[in-house]
């Protein structure tokens, strides 16, 4: 349980909560494994450099050696808005 009795279950719930607050500038990891299967993770805070955050990344997909790996690359994470016909979205 969190403060005043709040569930926090998932990302959303952390946000909702204040506890984080994700930005445009946060990192998107994207490794390809040799058996052509991707993962992709958002890395922050944003201030964080480029390879710091590839490092981050593989920590957490738990890579510590990288000859299952085909590829890495990391890009700024770019917030958009689109407007559909039943409301805003927000990426």
Excluded at 7 to 19: E, H, I, P
Excluded at 34 to 49: F, G, Q
Excluded at 54 to 67: G, Q, V
Aim: proline share 2%.
């Amino acid at each position: 349980m969190g403060r005043a009795g709040l569930k926090l279950q998932t990302r959303a719930d952390l946000v909702t909560a204040g506890l984080h607050n994700p930005t445009n500038m946060d990192w998107r990891v994207r490794v390809v494994f040799n058996d052509d299967t991707e993962k992709v993770v958002r890395v922050s805070p944003s201030n964080l450099s480029q390879e710091q955050a590839i490092e981050r990344a593989k920590r957490h997909m738990l890579i510590f050696e990288e000859t299952c790996v085909k590829s890495i690359d990391a890009t700024r994470v770019n917030k958009s808005t689109d407007v559909a016909k039943f409301g805003m979205i927000q990426k």
